[in-house]
């Protein structure tokens, strides 16, 4: 594999121009008072109690995400490229979701093949024709970025489902002021703290237009048992927005409503953090309880705005997420401002065949994978290994997709033996509203603490980091 690129160091010994600081204050620290920082900021998120579930782990089920003290630093004008590549991806995502529920000009231009949208199990027929307000679909995206090198951002996948990880960049942020404030000052580094501010100005602008002036959001929960409850609890919090369940609301003449002490109360904008499976036992799954029943109706009479829209789970299609330039330039006439990783088709005859004959090289990835389950990373697999996912992909290949193995880029990582690089990847989370769109500086910089390893997930053991953006 390639030698991955070093964020922070340029290779002859010099350092990148926004990592100057950071090494001076580093040269200055005691490496114990670093120590008991990273101890602190320890105990500060067990006492906060941002927790996070691994199903099927029977050892434990709340998890604390390590976190590294040490900031991943990135210049304004890097960010700046970031940025304008974000806006434009998001744009073309929600371009072609209404697309391929309405006019499916994508489709006869045959641009991308009917059968992988029409056969995909996570397209909904229900929202055929559908209006949804503003023809916004993806209101929250959150979009996997990856570095090999001091140019290029490249797109790893999209997240337009329900992108989760935003209440860690904020309390990532939080604990950094509050242990580093010697660190901050000196930096000008760009505030997350609004996204709260601007999440919610993006879900009322998205409001139906029946609803009223000051229209009323609320976050939908599966409940305390969810892997991610933690952060929908923060969220609500953090918007001043009630968090409800299923059970909490109720649909009258295709309006929704939630119970309150004070009777029923009429909600115009849910933001879910519930699966399309679950969210209204009448239209998908009978036996959910979990979601609110008639509450497709009211969707579809134009009475509640679902943010993130019905049907964009195809969006996070990897094998969608191959077309991604193409349905870039179909949409905009643009040349994609982000790259895609160079992807191969199992589905496709002749890239099976070249996947088959490399698999010890490759990363084999589910088409519907998430969490970093289900992959195969080819180097770092035993034989054993890579010959039981060859007969998986003979048997089902339209499930997979493969991938060269990334260097990923990597940043400087309190370890048990001192500061050393570590892999990282950056989820940027984009808001979209009825005018504009709109990312706040960072993201969540997640890390794969273990010595070469490329797998930053929390679940499979990442960590995560603040991300500062200098304000230049």
């Known amino acids: 594999m390639a030698v991955a690129f070093d964020e922070m160091n340029i290779p002859g010994g010099d350092l990148r121009p926004a990592y100057q600081e950071l090494a001076r204050w580093l040269k200055e620290t005691p490496p ?5 920082r990273r101890q602190e900021a320890e105990l500060l998120f067990r006492r906060i109690g941002i927790t996070f579930a691994v199903y099927g782990d029977s050892e434990s089920t709340e998890r604390l995400i390590p976190f590294d003290v040490i900031p991943r630093i990135m210049s304004g004008r890097e960010w700046t490229v ?15 979701l209404r697309d391929i529920y309405h006019g499916r000009d994508i489709l006869r231009a045959e641009v991308v093949p009917e059968d992988l949208i029409f056969q995909n199990p996570v397209f909904r027929p229900e929202m055929n024709g559908q209006q949804v307000p503003h023809d916004v679909y993806v209101h929250i995206a959150g979009i996997d970025i990856v570095r090999v090198d001091a140019e290029d951002f490249i797109v790893l996948e999209d997240n337009a489902r329900t992108p989760s990880g935003v209440s860690y960049m904020l309390e990532n942020r939080e604990i950094m002021m509050r242990l580093f404030p010697d660190l901050f000052a000196r930096h000008r580094v760009a505030p997350v703290e609004r996204y709260p501010d601007e999440l919610l100005a993006a879900l009322r602008s998205v409001a139906p237009h029946s609803a009223s002036s000051e229209p009323t959001v609320a976050l939908l929960t599966p409940g305390v048992y969810n892997s991610a409850y933690y952060e929908h609890s923060f969220l609500a919090d953090k918007l001043g927005v009630e968090l409800v369940e299923g059970r909490d609301l109720v649909v009258r003449n295709n309006e929704v409503f939630m119970r309150t002490t004070e009777g029923l109360k009429r909600v115009d904008v849910i933001y879910r953090r519930v699966d399309d499976d679950f969210i209204d036992p009448l239209t ?42 193409d349905i870039v330039k179909f949409y905009l006439g643009e040349e994609p401002i982000l790259k895609n990783v160079p992807t191969w088709r199992c589905r496709e005859p002749k890239d099976l065949a070249y996947v088959l004959d490399n698999l010890s090289e490759l990363v ?16 770092a697999a035993t034989k054993a290994t890579i010959e039981a996912f060859r007969e998986k992909l003979k048997r089902e290949p339209e499930g997979f997709i493969a991938q060269p193995t990334l260097a990923l880029s990597t940043c400087p990582t309190c370890t048990a033996s001192g500061l050393a690089p570590r892999h990282v990847d950056l989820r940027p989370f984009v808001l979209t509203g009825s005018k504009s769109t709109t990312i706040v500086p960072g993201g969540l910089t997640r890390v794969a603490l273990k010595e070469g390893s490329l797998v930053v997930n929390s679940s499979q053991g990442g960590g995560t980091k603040d991300t500062w953006i200098l304000d230049e």
Do not use: C, W
């Open 284 to 325: 998908f799954r009978p036996d959910s309880v979990l979601g609110v029943p008639g509450l497709m109706s009211a969707y579809a009479a134009g009475n509640i705005t679902l943010a993130n829209a019905v049907g964009t789970g195809i969006a996070d299609d990897k094998a969608i997420y191959s077309y991604m330039p």
């Open 364 to 379: 084999v990835k589910e088409v519907h994978g998430s969490g970093g389950y289900g992959m195969l990373i080819g180097p």
């Open 32 to 36: 114990e008072a670093l120590e008991y």
């Open 82 to 96: 970031l940025e304008k590549g974000l806006k434009q991806r998001v744009k073309a995502l929600n371009m072609f």
